[in-house]
T-cell receptor, first 109, second 116 residues
Framework: GIQVEQSPPDLILQEGANSTLRCNFS?????LQWFHQNPWGQLINLFY???GTKQNGRLSATTVATERYSLLYISSSQTTDSGVYFC???????????FGTGTRLLVSP | GAVVSQHPSRVICKSGTSVKIECRSL??????MFWYRQFPKQSLMLMAT?????????EQGVEKDKFLINHASLTLSTLTVTSAHPEDSSFYIC????????????FGEGSRLTVL
């Protein structure tokens, strides 16, 4: 099956810093989503981005499907950005989403 | 975004009992829902795909007789953990897709099961 690897696995930032999270996948995809999992376990939808670039406030994402990767940018990080970030991909011909390994982010004041 | 609601959020039960978790899409119809399981500090693993009006499709290694899935309507799927044991303790999360087969997935709040 498809492999979805995220890097870095852990990231510690000072409040106000910028960061880039990466998601690599091993097969063609027709769906890619980024999520933030808060301390209570809730998955918050950040981006639905099978290709191209999107921005939402301090967050933006880019997916280059032909090169099998996606990037999530967080600018001017805040303590509330702490948590785990997951990318999840949908393989062409299948409906399910396969989750990546996750990046655990801690933003300190 | 679309809303998916899951209930209960927390459940504690004795070993050997069965537990039912409900997943509802509140503002859209979902012919397909998905059930995931997450152990502490790990990623989400797909357990099964729930299909409205037909049998669920289970991932390899998931016991279909242990984890019963019913998708009786376009807005409700249920997961029943039968004869639960402590190793079934986990965080269970459901999701539903809005739109076509490659549409965006929305997730419920999750249900934390503890089996004593």
């Amino acid at each position: 099956g498809i492999q979805v690897e995220q890097s870095p696995p852990d990231l510690i930032l000072q409040e106000g810093a910028n960061s880039t999270l990466r998601c690599n996948f091993s097969d063609s995809v027709n769906n890619l989503q980024w999520f933030h999992q808060n301390p209570w376990g809730q998955l918050i939808n950040l981006f639905y981005i099978p290709s191209g670039t999107k921005q939402n406030g301090r967050l933006s994402a880019t997916t280059v499907a032909t090169e099998r990767y996606s990037l999530l940018y967080i600018s001017s990080s805040q303590t509330t950005d702490s948590g785990v970030y997951f990318c999840a991909v949908g393989v062409t011909g299948f409906q399910k989403l396969v989750f990546g390994t996750g990046t655990r982010l801690l933003v300190s004041p | 975004g679309a809303v998916v609601s899951q209930h209960p959020s927390r459940v504690i039960c004795k070993s050997g009992t069965s537990v039912k978790i409900e997943c509802r899409s509140l503002d859209f119809q979902a012919t397909t829902m998905f059930w995931y399981r997450q152990f502490p500090k790990q990623s989400l693993m797909l357990m099964a795909t729930s299909n409205e009006g037909s049998k669920a499709t289970y991932e390899q290694g998931v016991e279909k007789d242990k984890f019963l899935i019913n998708h009786a309507s376009l807005t409700l799927s249920t997961l029943t953990v039968t004869s639960a044991h402590p190793e079934d303790s986990s965080f269970y999360i459901c999701s539903a897709r809005q739109g076509g087969s490659a549409g965006e997935l929305f997730f419920g709040e999750g249900s934390r099961l503890t089996v004593l």
